[in-house]
């Protein structure tokens, strides 16, 4: 005897239950809580009915439209709503030929490079439609198409960096010529060679209680935006001591134009390198492995021709090299930090500036900072917003490859910034960092200049190894000479702003909605600035 089901469906139409039931009255009632509502089951099924009906019409209509294939309804209805029921993904419907065209080697296809190779998405469209290929012919079609491209991009951008390379290591004509109209004035100008600074401030150079910064440069007009900057933005620029190092060819131009343009209350001494009696070659090594350093580059790296020739790196990292072998890396301006306890023996405290820096902000807060007896302060590059900028670890500079790395460091510790630390040099004199950076300096040298790209950051990195404390981003934000990603309003909020990289504010390839932050510290209308035809844009 066949028993009746009972249908229970919830008024949602969420649930549905089958129970046992007394005859065919009982099948079509609904129970809810404890009443049963009569014959409604019918509308509710005849409703679901064309609702399903709906469904499986809807999934066979997308199903032929994608294949083209004919099927039955249940079958195609099966074939789509089934892996979904499993868990299962669809099969791609790509021939399997076109990931076999795409995987293989360049050169072990038939690649139509040449006149034959579509240049554009439009041609590549226009042949298909004509010629109406084979699954296996439009991926070899297409494979050359994009490999053409992909070598014409990869060519362009190393031109183009090249050609930045060039123009930001050469002196533009604008800056010579400021060097040497400043030159003359200190020859026939009196207040030109005046003593800086004035011998009633000379003890203010040895006194604690003053802020003393440290600028290394041989550029007038970066020294001059970096003093400006740091003056016009401090609190209490009687305060200030700005300590200006120089080498000998660019010390007149250098004192004539701080002697002219005297930037009171705030203290300025300039100095060239050879005012400092043991800062000579044979008492300093690094001097020594620089000269080495140059002669290894040009026997073993044939300069930026041999870079630009390598046809396995990327583009970045070929930019990266080409940047490292600017003659900036080679010059003892760049290494002069590394000495600063010694150049300035009664000094316990100083903030050293690159001169593509501009502050923006009070610096005398970072005497307040407390450095738990670490010797530099810096803002770390391995956490930040900008991921292309702040993204730096110690793998990102040394060659981790190279046992002599990889036994001694992390690779993914944080790296962090030249351009404005913070120096103590209490803390630094009871360190071995200085002797830590020439021994390195040593070492890659007798390792082909393998241990790391080239630059002084590397070997800084290695040598304050253990001595750095992290200070807040805000101090030091990086990146405006080499990306123009960041927004002004995100610059206008950083205390110091580093214009690091290939496009220097001073240089026609600057980037120019960023340039402004720069030239608002440079007086156009200065007789020298002018004569030089040195413009705002």
Not at 60 to 86: F, M, N, W, Y
Not at 167 to 191: F, R, V
Not at 358 to 375: F, H, P, Y
Not at 484 to 510: C, E, M, Y
Request: glycine letters at 4%.
């Amino acid at each position: 005897m066949k028993q009746t089901m009972q249908l229970l469906i919830s008024p949602s139409l969420r649930h549905v239950t089958l129970l046992p039931a007394k005859g065919f009255k009982e099948f079509i009632k609904v129970k809810v809580g404890s009443r049963r509502l009569s014959y409604l089951m019918v509308f509710y099924s005849l409703l679901l009915f064309t609702f399903l009906l709906r469904f499986v019409f809807v999934l066979t209509a997308v199903d032929t439209i994608d294949g083209e294939r004919k099927c039955s309804t249940l079958g195609c209805l099966g074939r789509k709503i089934g892996p979904r029921i499993l868990g299962r993904q669809l099969e791609s419907t790509v021939p399997e030929v076109i990931y076999q065209v795409l995987e293989e080697p360049s050169d072990q296809i038939e690649m139509e490079a040449g006149p034959e190779t579509p240049q554009t998405l439009e041609e590549f469209m226009a042949e298909m439609k004509d010629t109406k290929p084979d699954a296996e012919t439009f991926a070899v079609k297409l494979k050359a198409m994009v490999t053409l491209l992909e070598q014409t991009t990869r060519t362009a951008k190393i031109q183009e960096y090249l050609y930045r390379h060039v123009a930001s290591s050469g002196i533009p004509k604008q800056l010579h010529c400021l060097d040497l109209k400043l030159a003359h004035e200190y020859s026939i100008n009196a207040n030109a060679r005046l003593q800086l600074p004035s011998a009633e401030l000379v003890p203010a150079l040895v006194d604690n209680s003053y802020f003393h910064f440290v600028l290394a440069s041989d550029n007038i007009l970066a020294a001059s935006v970096v003093a400006s900057s740091l003056v016009q933005n401090s609190f209490r620029p009687e305060r200030v001591v700005l300590h200006i190092i120089t080498d000998s060819k660019t010390f007149s131009p250098m004192q004539a134009w701080f002697s002219l343009h005297p930037l009171t209350p705030a203290i300025i001494e300039v100095k060239a390198l050879h005012h400092f009696d043991w800062l000579t070659k044979g008492k300093v090594p690094v001097l020594e492995a620089m000269e080495k350093d140059q002669k290894a580059r040009s026997q073993f790296r044939g300069g930026s021709s041999a870079i630009v020739a390598n046809t396995t790196e990327k583009p970045h990292i070929i930019a990266a090299k080409l940047q490292a072998l600017s003659p900036k890396y080679n010059s003892l301006m760049n290494h002069i930090r590394i000495y600063l306890p010694e150049l300035f023996p009664s000094l316990d405290k100083v903030v050293f500036l690159d001169d593509d820096v501009v502050v923006q902000t009070d610096l005398s807060s970072l005497w307040d900072i407390d450095m738990n007896g670490k010797v530099n302060g810096a803002v770390e590059t391995c956490r930040g917003e900008d991921k292309f900028v702040m993204s730096k670890r110690f793998k990102s500079y040394l060659n981790f490859s190279h046992p002599m790395i990889s036994n001694n460091f992390d690779p993914n510790e944080c790296a962090w910034a030249y351009g404005m630390n913070i120096f103590d040099l209490e803390a630094w004199r009871e360190t071995n960092i200085s002797q830590a950076y020439q021994y390195w300096l040593e070492q890659n040298l007798k390792s082909d200049l393998s241990l790391w790209q080239l630059g002084t950051l590397p070997p800084g990195l290695i040598a304050f190894h253990g001595h750095v404390h992290a200070i807040e981003s805000f101090w030091h934000m990086l990146g405006l000479g080499y990306q123009d990603n960041t927004s002004i309003a995100d610059a206008q909020s950083a205390g110091v702003i580093h214009f690091n990289g290939r496009a220097k504010p001073w240089l026609d390839i600057a980037f120019p909605q960023l340039r402004p932050l720069w030239t608002k510290y440079v007086n156009f209308s200065d007789k020298f600035i002018n004569s030089c035809h040195i413009r705002e844009t």
